[in-house]
């Protein structure tokens, strides 16, 4: 008998926004966000997303929407849901979520998607310094491939995947996660030498009851200004997985998520059609809704099994990635490198984090000798299946990071050439055999013979 379909166990309306949806979303993490839906290990169940801003930025050729936006809302998440086993035991602390992305892609008559970088006085980017105003494009999507009117002459498959993945913290875990980051913000920039060199803006996102979804919680109730106060930002990676940005997390792939509450309390969104490695623009993936076919194993005690404490709590470990078998294939790319020297030429030492930066300006500079504006370029290096490596980290005292290019994206060849300057042929003067080699002329020398009297 033929496997039934996915059961879908979120579903989400475009027309509607995230808190108008008959299963409310939720934009921050906290063990106390009730599940909205329960899932069976095993079980082949759909969940749907809107784009990680829930329809704020617009299908249109201005970046306005971009530049106003409010980044206390987001990321939006569908979710949480609760996973037990084949007996409805729910998976418990210290077990390993086994996430099985089976399918994934953009829902059905919303397939366009957007790639932005952000104002610098609203939240910036990795290249905030050079690019300090909000850019916009606009995808297209023909099957796996993905064009632009904004970044004309070029076409790539894209790589879908969720950008965030993730289970519920504790309260433990959620109090060290508000704890460290309250610290750095608070310390300021004064020993942060990155800071420097790297100008996005703030240096930690904290809790606040601004923008807040907390799914059925209603707002305006005592325990929602309690858990909004508490409840930490999407914005980056942590322990539980989050907002990891893994572009090669697509069909097949599988996420280890370690248990920190009963029911693990999974959610996920942030879909992304392509991304390129680092995320450069901020707002920089090719942003769409979309929906996950996924499956759930529980490997209990999998967390003291299979994951090392990395801090000083049993709490600081982190997810395990198993990338998938599928991913588009090229067979020549080019490669720029960067070191740790910034751009007023400061030695840093070994600094992966300005290698990169200039790796990455080494490319828009480059590609900017071909026609497009460097604004084009730092977008389409922030969204195409480019690959970003660190490629030395011991060699004091310069880190090596390499920015990786696919050139069959381009409609033209982009590789160096030599120029050839058209000349004359060379005209090599050949002896005349007829002549002598003197060329009619004699030596002069003396003629002993002929001493005159």
Not at 59 to 70: L, N, P
Not at 116 to 132: K, M, Q, V, Y
Not at 233 to 245: F, L, M, Q, V
Not at 288 to 298: H, R, T, V, Y
Request: aromatic fraction near 8%; charged fraction near 25%.
């Amino acid at each position: 008998m033929a496997p039934v379909s996915p059961r879908v166990v979120v579903k989400v309306d475009l027309k509607k926004r995230p808190w108008q949806q008959s299963q409310t979303l939720h934009n921050r993490w906290h063990p106390e966000i009730p599940s909205v839906a329960e899932v069976k290990a095993g079980e082949l169940f759909r969940v749907e997303m809107v784009d990680w801003t829930g329809g704020a930025i617009k299908d249109d050729g201005s970046a306005d929407d971009i530049k106003s936006i409010d980044l206390s809302t987001v990321h939006y998440l569908s979710g949480p849901i609760k996973v037990v086993d084949e007996n409805g035991v729910a998976a418990k602390p210290g077990d390993l979520l086994a996430v099985e992305i089976c399918n994934l892609g953009p829902l059905p008559g919303d397939e366009w998607g957007f790639t932005g970088s952000f104002d610098r006085e609203n939240g910036g980017g990795f290249l905030t310094d050079h690019f300090p105003c909000a850019t916009k494009a606009i995808w297209y999507f023909e099957g796996i491939y993905a064009y632009s009117p904004q970044i004309p002459g070029v076409r790539f498959p894209g790589l879908t995947h969720p950008g965030i993945i993730g289970t519920a913290p504790s309260k433990e875990l959620l109090r060290i996660w508000n704890g460290r980051e309250k610290k750095l913000e608070e310390s300021g920039t004064e020993s942060l030498t990155l800071c420097e060199v790297v100008h996005q803006r703030p240096l930690a996102n904290l809790p606040t009851t601004k923008g807040c979804l907390l799914g059925n919680i209603e707002e305006g109730t005592p325990e929602w200004e309690r858990i909004a106060k508490e409840g930490a930002r999407t914005i980056p990676g942590r322990e539980n997985g989050g907002n990891c940005d893994i572009k090669n997390l697509s069909r097949g792939s599988k996420i280890y998520l370690p248990v920190f509450v009963e029911g693990a309390n999974l959610s996920t969104g942030d879909m992304h059609f392509s991304q390129g490695d680092g995320e450069i623009s901020f707002c920089g993936a090719i942003e769409m809704s979309g929906f996950l076919e996924l499956k759930c194993e529980i490997i209990r005690n999998g967390m003291q099994e299979y994951l090392t404490p990395m801090g000083p709590s049993h709490l600081h470990v982190n997810p395990i990635f198993e990338i998938g078998p599928v991913e588009p294939r090229f067979s020549e790319w080019l490669v720029f490198e960067g070191i740790s020297v910034d751009e007023s030429g400061r030695q840093h030492y070994l600094d992966a984090t300005v290698a990169y930066k200039r790796a990455v300006l080494n490319a828009i500079d480059y590609l900017f000798k071909f026609g497009y504006s460097k604004e084009q370029v730092y977008l389409l290096l922030s969204c195409c299946p480019c690959e970003g490596r660190i490629s030395g980290i011991v060699d004091s005292p310069n880190a090596v990071a390499t920015l990786a290019i696919p050139t069959a994206i381009f409609d033209q060849d982009i590789r160096p050439k030599t120029r050839k300057v058209p000349v004359g042929p060379r005209i090599v003067r050949k002896p005349d055999v007829m002549k002598s080699p003197y060329d009619g002329k004699l030596p002069i020398t003396k003629n002993s013979s002929s001493s005159t009297n």
